[in-house]
């Protein structure tokens, strides 16, 4: 995206869950997916929203929802993105008029609400950040959004560093910002290091982890990595880069602390900083009694 677009942004939310969708200027669907309440819903949102926007990019963010208070919302101002609430009778008219969509449906309502943000916002009315703790977590809400942001664009950095020399990395591990993972790509971020890791070596970073069945999937991904296949030259690996965008994620670790393995590979960097970041703002929000955020953590980390 440039920098004079807009993305539109539709969240149909419940008790439990925000269905999302992200539109672009034109109408054209970008991604849609289903939330969790609370901080891990917030930053699932961020990461979604920063890996449709291009390096850099200032293209303003516009969502559209049927409310106007709650702490889900205060979040969404303290990050910087435009809010509008939309009356519910609105939404119930516009969505008459796209009745050709079919049955109402938590999705289709997302999508609704993006279309008409994207289409009638002149009609629908901004939500104000006019609260105090608003205005006191808005700095830190909007540093927490941007390092999700850069998480994901490190994270894709990262896929791409290993498509480009190392396919069988990604082969052999499903998630790649997982900390066992992680750990394994510090401990032997190219195809000649990996394929000399033992079963024991990736069974202990397995067990710290605490992953279930962790014999098989040593022996599997073990043989993934021992496995022929197309490569470059050992002159061209990225090996440093892979380490580097690897310390850069433990950095922007969301949710807990790398494995003592992880931690030791990338000595000295901090951990959990955009989790530290959501703990304090929704707390203030108002999310301390929602079973979101655990509060010994949250006391701990001010400590």
């Avoid at 409310?67 to 303290?78: C, F, H, K, N, S």
């Avoid at 943000?117 to 809400?141: F, M």
């Avoid at 033992?198 to 990595?225: H, Y």
């Amino acid at each position: 995206m440039t920098e004079d677009e807009l993305l539109f942004v539709g969240d149909d939310w419940a008790q439990d869950h925000h269905d999302v969708e992200l539109m672009d200027a034109t109408g054209r669907r970008l991604s849609k997916a289903r939330l969790p309440e609370g901080v891990a819903g917030i930053e699932r949102l961020h990461s979604v929203i920063g890996a449709e926007l291009g390096e850099d990019s200032k293209a303003e963010v516009v969502i559209g929802i049927e409310t106007d208070r709650g702490p889900w919302v205060q979040a969404l101002i303290a990050a910087g993105y435009t809010v509008y609430a939309v009356n519910p009778l609105q939404a119930s008219r516009y969505r008459e008029r796209l009745a050709v969509w079919g049955a109402k449906s938590d999705a289709a309502d997302a999508h609704m609400l993006a279309d008409m943000v994207r289409t009638d916002s002149h009609q629908l009315r901004p939500v104000s950040g006019d609260t105090a703790d608003a205005e006191a977590v808005k700095v830190l809400t909007r540093i927490h959004k941007t390092l999700i942001w850069e998480r994901t664009r490190t994270m894709q950095r990262l896929r791409h560093a290993l498509l480009d020399y190392f396919p069988a990395a990604l082969e052999a591990f499903e998630d790649l910002d997982a900390p066992d993972v992680l750990e394994l790509l510090a401990k032997a971020p190219d195809p000649a290091a990996a394929a000399k890791l033992t079963t024991t070596q990736i069974s202990t970073v397995l067990k710290r982890a605490r992953r279930r069945n962790i014999a098989d999937k040593a022996t599997k991904i073990q043989a993934v990595l021992r496995a022929e296949h197309l490569g470059q030259p050992a002159a061209a690996t990225a090996a440093d880069s892979v380490r580097a965008l690897v310390a850069l994620l433990v950095t922007y670790a969301p949710t807990s602390a790398p494995t003592p393995g992880l931690r030791a590979g990338v000595s000295g960097r901090p951990w959990g900083i955009a989790r530290a970041l959501a703990v304090g703002a929704f707390v203030a929000f108002g999310y301390d009694d929602s079973g979101a955020i655990d509060l010994a953590e949250l006391r701990q980390r001010r400590k």
